[in-house]
């Protein structure tokens, strides 16, 4: 910054992290400073996983439990699948299921369809566990269900999982 005098002072670079966004059915790996984020997780659930070795970390979007009955189709539009694939590039980017952790949120239940059995949202969260789980990969942190809309950011280069409530403030997971 130039000052009056004619001297110079430097001022030191303020540089924010890179904000990657990821949309539904979407999911993204990120190996240096950056801020995943994520909005609109009602019955979906965002599951941030972060290799705390390796410093890579990745974010995905899941909007239903299982492919099973799908054929073809996005990999990470469904919770199993969706794991899966984020799991696998987060590997492709030097990561290890060894040392990773997940921190999810979501899973609400916006609208009520209990008579009809349990709600997309508890479906979601029970199919993310089970997947995680036979992937090795522990959940080390959660902000599931109730009835309000969430958005997420993920810290890559330090795993924070910061989840923003339509009716409570800010936590970081």
Do not use: W
């Amino acid at each position: 910054m130039k000052v009056y005098d004619g001297s110079q002072t430097e001022s030191p670079a303020q540089s924010s992290p890179e904000r990657i966004k990821v949309g539904i059915a979407e999911y993204k790996v990120a190996t240096e400073s950056a801020l995943l984020t994520t909005s609109g997780l009602g019955s979906c659930i965002g599951i941030a996983i972060y290799d705390t070795r390796n410093t890579v970390a990745g974010l995905v979007h899941v909007m239903l439990p299982s492919a099973a009955d799908i054929d073809g189709g996005n990999r990470a539009k469904f919770a199993d699948t969706g794991v899966e694939a984020l799991i696998e590039a987060m590997a492709d980017a030097g990561a290890s299921t060894e040392t990773m952790e997940a921190k999810i949120a979501g899973g609400s239940d916006m609208l009520d369809f209990s008579e009809n059995g349990s709600s997309i949202g508890s479906r979601n969260a029970k199919k993310v566990r089970e997947t995680l789980d036979e992937h090795g990969v522990p959940v080390v942190g959660e902000d599931l269900g109730g009835d309000h809309g969430r958005s997420v950011k993920l810290e890559a280069d330090t795993g924070n999982f910061i989840v923003k409530s339509a009716n409570t403030d800010s936590i970081t997971l």
